[in-house]
């Protein structure tokens, strides 16, 4: 089966277009592999026969990476006769928006053997921190004690201390405070 972008190609040989039709095989031939490891995401794209010097990796608005550069044609002498053209020319470019527990000061990229490695590692993610609160207010036992009622018998505006429960379990007796 042809390729479909040969035959695209194909369609606009003598056409302007041409080189439209040329420059998305490119892109079109720009194979990436794009992994995610537990500390960082690794993008490697087959580049062969370019080196370093052509190819330009940057990260364009906040967080989309861009891997670019240029195949140059190969030098047409007149004496040459072509019985195909299948490596593609001209500029090539792939773009990937990263996620945001990426470290973007971080990055690194290197060509090896005709394969770029970019590498962008990730954010260290915060350990949840566990703060105790301590609550403020009365338990119910010292609330019981501190309330207060007025007795009849007593001058008004004195407070009488009113009767309290123990609340233990193997106490079941009623303790009363005294009047002062």
Do not use: C, Y
């Amino acid at each position: 089966m042809p390729d479909p972008m040969d035959i695209i190609v194909t369609i606009f040989d003598d056409s302007p277009a041409r080189s439209i039709a040329r420059d998305a095989h490119a892109m079109a031939r720009t194979n990436v592999d794009w992994k995610e490891t537990p500390t960082e995401h690794v993008f490697k794209a087959d580049l062969p026969g370019l080196k370093k010097e052509e190819v330009v990796v940057q990260v364009e608005d906040h967080r989309t990476l861009s891997i670019s550069g240029q195949r140059k044609k190969e030098e047409v002498h007149k004496t040459d006769t072509w019985h195909r053209v299948e490596r593609s020319s001209g500029n090539f470019m792939r773009k990937f928006r990263l996620p945001e527990n990426t470290n973007l000061d971080h990055i690194t990229a290197e060509v090896e053997n005709g394969v770029l490695t970019i590498v962008v590692p990730k954010v260290e993610k915060k350990k949840p921190q566990t703060r105790s609160i301590e609550i403020g207010g009365h338990d119910e036992q010292s609330e019981q004690q501190a309330v207060t009622h007025h007795d009849e018998k007593a001058p008004s505006g004195v407070a009488v201390p009113m009767e309290t429960t123990d609340a233990t379990p193997d106490s079941k007796s009623t303790s009363s405070t005294e009047e002062k």
